[in-house]
């Protein structure tokens, strides 16, 4: 009897695990099980669970109503060029705050954080009003410029969080044998923190690839990425929520690849210092 | 190469300061050890010429050349550090051979150097492990391996061996020493182990709150401390110091008694006093006795019997050899007896 409370336990707590995990999924699961029904089936009530036919037409009709592949090559252009271009900003920033602090590096760095705070819709008039006479509206540089200004504060918290973690001492050593700041960046610095590295670039290219609120408000045709796309398909002319669900499937598809290849690396960096 | 003056150097942080005044000349070739208690500024100090912190005042002079505000790697001294600093993602000989590299040395020569370091320090088998997978004793002789590579004109120590267990403390304590016989460069070794600054040191800098209370050779140091905190800080068991009256009869407000230079007897003596406790070393023993007074005095001799503690005993200070202090509690020159 005594032996049996542990094991109830622990057999409630798997059940909720599980639980939480398919409620988590369900809504990733039930848009690819739609995505291969017919339009007629996607809105039939009750809904069936499994698509009766399978069909790939809503694939073919996406791809035939919309050059999924034009928008597919903005994403990747609006996620790794923001990345880049951030880390490129993020690493000097993040550096100097962690190894040469100012009194007010601590403001700074909060009054980053708090940007992310406020809602971004605070910032669109004038953001689009800026855009517009710049010239910038359905540009990739434009939309590429604004998710990486969004991003930048997330990159810095990140990378200055892993710098921090490297002992003084080493850094001092590194000055000792004659190394400059750049060959201390790229012999021991970066090396040191290539787990942190690695994952906020990681996660900087999902922020950047599921971004939706900016790729919908300056964006249209020209440099809409995936996110961008998929809202055209729930436009004035009706829903169609078979082709709605075949366009998010390939959306997400990508970044659920890159996600699940480097979840162990994500992980370790995101858990980098908290598990020494 | 390698001679390295203090002059006037002031280092504050914020509003504290802490090195309100150093000066200091080191000889080329000389094994100099900062000692001092815990945070009395030594690292601050040894970080000053290494050019890891900026000073406030004061100038930095090596071999004569101005340096106070050239970058550490300007001034051809090597550091080894209490953590060892260790590159942890390179192995052994890419950590020996860094400072090579950061020089823009040809991989061939680096080569040749990093074996000869190698071999002298005995890390042949290890060169391509990482730091990780070495005993303490091991990423210490790494670490100056490191320093020795770039052969600079000076050695910066900072507590090397404070986290290595002791039997391996002496052993490197002895292999430093010897280093420094091979090299004959410049050395200067912080630590708070008064023990290691007696065996190592050519010359010792007494250091209390940042300043540099006496600089001088051990036994200099052991026979004429210059005041009351370098003569309580060298010497083990510490000096005794006795106020009021016993210091009067010497016309001095505090004398002071080495351990060493007392002598006891079951029933005549200078002074009379109880038996508080004893410790017995094996070879000696060190005993703590109450005077009739609140004084305590401690002293050490061969193995007796008769010394136990609650027993009353005699004893007397060796004339010769008792320190006189002044109020400020600087020592007081000149002969030991008031006539
Ligand atoms: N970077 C710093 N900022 C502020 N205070 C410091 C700094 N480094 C050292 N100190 C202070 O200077 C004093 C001397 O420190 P330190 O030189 O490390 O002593 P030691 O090496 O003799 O133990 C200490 O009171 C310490 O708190
Ligand atoms: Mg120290």
Redesign the pocket.
């Given at each position: 009897m005594r032996s049996l409370r542990p094991t109830l336990f622990k057999a409630a707590m798997t059940f909720l695990g599980w639980a939480v995990a398919l409620l988590l999924f369900f809504p990733i699961l039930w848009t690819v099980l739609t995505s291969f029904k017919s339009e007629v089936e996607a809105i039939a009530f009750p809904p069936a669970f499994w698509p009766s036919g399978w069909t790939l037409e809503n694939y073919f009709e996406v791809q035939e109503r919309s050059e999924y592949f034009g928008h597919f090559l903005n994403s990747v252009a609006l996620s790794l060029g923001s990345t880049v271009i951030g880390m490129l900003i993020a690493i000097p920033a993040a550096w100097s705050m962690a190894f040469q602090p100012a009194a007010s590096t601590r403001h700074v760095l909060m009054w980053m954080l708090s940007t992310k705070m406020m809602p971004a819709v605070g910032a669109l008039v004038p953001v689009f009003l800026i855009f517009k006479s710049a010239g910038l509206l359905d540009t990739l540089p434009g939309i590429t410029l604004i998710v990486l200004v969004g991003n930048l504060p997330i990159m810095v918290w990140m990378l200055y969080t892993y710098f921090k973690e490297i002992p003084a001492d080493i850094l001092e050593a590194c000055r000792m044998d004659g190394a400059t700041v750049w060959k201390e960046l790229v012999h021991v610095l970066l090396p040191m923190s290539l787990p942190g590295v690695a994952s906020t670039m990681l996660l900087n290219i999902i922020l950047a690839w599921n971004e939706a609120f900016w790729t919908l408000s300056l964006t249209a045709v020209k440099a809409a990425p995936l996110s961008a796309f998929i809202a055209s398909y729930s436009s004035p002319q009706g829903l169609f929520w078979a082709k709605l669900s075949a366009a998010s499937t390939l959306a997400i598809v990508p970044i659920l690849i890159i996600g699940w290849i480097s979840q162990k690396q994500l992980v370790r960096g995101l858990t980098f210092g908290a598990v020494k | 190469m390698g001679s390295i003056k203090l002059d006037g150097l002031k280092k504050a942080?914020?509003s504290?300061t802490?090195i309100p005044d150093a000066n200091l000349e080191i000889a080329d070739g000389e094994f100099v050890v900062?000692v001092?208690?815990?945070?009395?500024?030594?690292?601050?100090?040894?970080?000053l010429i290494a050019g890891l912190?900026e000073p406030t005042d004061g100038r930095i002079l090596i071999d004569g050349r101005d340096v106070t505000h050239a970058a550490p790697a300007r001034r051809k001294l090597a550091m080894v550090f209490q953590s060892y600093a260790l590159y942890p993602h390179m192995s052994v000989y890419q950590n020996i051979a860094f400072p090579l590299k950061m020089a823009g040395e040809k991989a061939d020569v680096i080569r040749v150097r990093v074996q000869e370091v190698a071999t002298s320090l005995d890390l042949l088998p290890y060169l391509e492990r990482r730091p990780r997978a070495l005993s303490g004793g091991q990423r210490q002789r790494v670490a100056i391996g490191r320093a020795i590579i770039r052969q600079p004109a000076g050695f910066l120590f900072?507590?090397p061996l404070s986290n290595l267990d002791a039997a391996l403390r002496v052993s490197m304590r002895t292999e430093i020493s010897e280093l420094h016989r091979r090299l004959r460069s410049t050395m200067i070794y912080?630590t708070?182990d008064q023990v290691e600054a007696m065996t190592m040191a050519d010359r010792i800098a007494v250091?209390n709150a940042?300043r540099i209370e006496q600089f001088d050779t051990p036994l200099e140091l052991y026979r004429r401390p210059a005041n009351m905190f370098v003569a309580g800080f060298i010497g083990s068991p510490k000096m005794n110091f006795i106020e009021g009256a016993r210091a009067r009869e010497y016309d001095a407000r505090t004398i002071g008694i080495r351990p060493e230079a007392i002598d006891w007897s079951i029933d005549s003596g200078k002074w009379r006093g109880r038996v508080e406790r004893v410790e017995h070393l094996g070879a000696e023993t060190v005993v703590h006795l109450s005077l009739d007074t609140a004084d305590i005095l401690t002293f050490r001799t061969p193995l007796d019997e008769r010394l136990v503690a609650g027993r009353t005993i005699h004893v007397s200070p060796r004339e010769d050899s008792i320190y006189r202090f002044d109020g400020e509690g600087r020592a007081i020159p000149g002969p030991k007896r008031n006539p």
């Amino acid at each position: 009897m005594r032996s049996l409370r542990p094991t109830l336990f622990k057999a409630a707590m798997t059940f909720l695990g599980w639980a939480v995990a398919l409620l988590l999924f369900f809504p990733i699961l039930w848009t690819v099980l739609t995505s291969f029904k017919s339009e007629v089936e996607a809105i039939a009530f009750p809904p069936a669970f499994w698509p009766s036919g399978w069909t790939l037409e809503n694939y073919f009709e996406v791809q035939e109503r919309s050059e999924y592949f034009g928008h597919f090559l903005n994403s990747v252009a609006l996620s790794l060029g923001s990345t880049v271009i951030g880390m490129l900003i993020a690493i000097p920033a993040a550096w100097s705050m962690a190894f040469q602090p100012a009194a007010s590096t601590r403001h700074v760095l909060m009054w980053m954080l708090s940007t992310k705070m406020m809602p971004a819709v605070g910032a669109l008039v004038p953001v689009f009003l800026i855009f517009k006479s710049a010239g910038l509206l359905d540009t990739l540089p434009g939309i590429t410029l604004i998710v990486l200004v969004g991003n930048l504060p997330i990159m810095v918290w990140m990378l200055y969080t892993y710098f921090k973690e490297i002992p003084a001492d080493i850094l001092e050593a590194c000055r000792m044998d004659g190394a400059t700041v750049w060959k201390e960046l790229v012999h021991v610095l970066l090396p040191m923190s290539l787990p942190g590295v690695a994952s906020t670039m990681l996660l900087n290219i999902i922020l950047a690839w599921n971004e939706a609120f900016w790729t919908l408000s300056l964006t249209a045709v020209k440099a809409a990425p995936l996110s961008a796309f998929i809202a055209s398909y729930s436009s004035p002319q009706g829903l169609f929520w078979a082709k709605l669900s075949a366009a998010s499937t390939l959306a997400i598809v990508p970044i659920l690849i890159i996600g699940w290849i480097s979840q162990k690396q994500l992980v370790r960096g995101l858990t980098f210092g908290a598990v020494k | 190469m390698g001679s390295i003056k203090l002059d006037g150097l002031k280092k504050a942080f914020g509003s504290q300061t802490v090195i309100p005044d150093a000066n200091l000349e080191i000889a080329d070739g000389e094994f100099v050890v900062f000692v001092g208690p815990s945070g009395c500024g030594k690292s601050t100090l040894l970080r000053l010429i290494a050019g890891l912190e900026e000073p406030t005042d004061g100038r930095i002079l090596i071999d004569g050349r101005d340096v106070t505000h050239a970058a550490p790697a300007r001034r051809k001294l090597a550091m080894v550090f209490q953590s060892y600093a260790l590159y942890p993602h390179m192995s052994v000989y890419q950590n020996i051979a860094f400072p090579l590299k950061m020089a823009g040395e040809k991989a061939d020569v680096i080569r040749v150097r990093v074996q000869e370091v190698a071999t002298s320090l005995d890390l042949l088998p290890y060169l391509e492990r990482r730091p990780r997978a070495l005993s303490g004793g091991q990423r210490q002789r790494v670490a100056i391996g490191r320093a020795i590579i770039r052969q600079p004109a000076g050695f910066l120590f900072d507590e090397p061996l404070s986290n290595l267990d002791a039997a391996l403390r002496v052993s490197m304590r002895t292999e430093i020493s010897e280093l420094h016989r091979r090299l004959r460069s410049t050395m200067i070794y912080v630590t708070h182990d008064q023990v290691e600054a007696m065996t190592m040191a050519d010359r010792i800098a007494v250091m209390n709150a940042g300043r540099i209370e006496q600089f001088d050779t051990p036994l200099e140091l052991y026979r004429r401390p210059a005041n009351m905190f370098v003569a309580g800080f060298i010497g083990s068991p510490k000096m005794n110091f006795i106020e009021g009256a016993r210091a009067r009869e010497y016309d001095a407000r505090t004398i002071g008694i080495r351990p060493e230079a007392i002598d006891w007897s079951i029933d005549s003596g200078k002074w009379r006093g109880r038996v508080e406790r004893v410790e017995h070393l094996g070879a000696e023993t060190v005993v703590h006795l109450s005077l009739d007074t609140a004084d305590i005095l401690t002293f050490r001799t061969p193995l007796d019997e008769r010394l136990v503690a609650g027993r009353t005993i005699h004893v007397s200070p060796r004339e010769d050899s008792i320190y006189r202090f002044d109020g400020e509690g600087r020592a007081i020159p000149g002969p030991k007896r008031n006539p």
